[in-house]
């Protein structure tokens, strides 16, 4: 039996932490969105894992990996000087007829309130007229002021309050044309 020797690797360097005193100014410039590679998977399972609701119902990078992994063609990753800092899924139908949905937005805690938010939010409102629809949907936890405020803002209206089939729990049902 022949061995071949296998060079060891180059360890990578994590990559630098963006600060937020140092974002550029125009963020809808400066932000890249891409579909995602099994790479960018990993760390935008971690992203989820970390953020809520996903963080307070324990849920694993295993499991966020695992939910994300379904939703793979859906995802549109944002990139910041090469580093992943949000994403967004957007899918064809929802639970209102004829609307995108907009499963889930998320953005890095350390650059939240930075206006980065409504850049991946413009980027899901492109990925619903690319699916050729006028309008978008949402469900939201009313409890998650902070979410209701920043949909509101971006021109989203309550359109019902519905349970949630998974926690059982109310949710805003929200859409706004695009």
Do not use: C
Request: glycine residues 6%.
């Amino acid at each position: 039996m022949t061995m071949k020797q296998v060079d060891p690797g180059v360890e990578m360097a994590p990559a630098p932490v963006l600060e937020a005193v140092g974002l550029p100014n125009d963020l809808t410039a400066a932000v890249k969105f891409t579909l995602p590679t099994d790479e960018d998977m990993t760390a935008v399972a971690a992203l989820r894992a970390g953020s809520e609701p996903w963080k307070s119902r324990g849920e694993t990078q295993e499991d966020s990996l695992k939910a994300l992994s379904q939703l793979k063609p859906n995802v549109h990753v944002a990139k910041l000087q090469n580093q992943i800092v949000g994403y967004v899924t957007v899918e064809r139908d929802g639970p209102v007829p004829g609307a995108a949905y907009l499963r889930n937005i998320v953005v890095k805690q350390e650059l939240r309130k930075k206006g980065l938010g409504m850049v991946v939010l413009e980027q899901a409102l492109r990925a619903a007229r690319d699916m050729y629809r006028k309008t978008i949907a949402l469900r939201v936890d009313p409890s998650n002021a902070p979410a209701v405020s920043f949909y509101r803002k971006a021109g989203f209206t309550t359109v019902a309050t519905v349970v949630s089939k998974k926690s059982g729990k109310l949710r805003l049902l929200m859409s706004r044309e695009l």
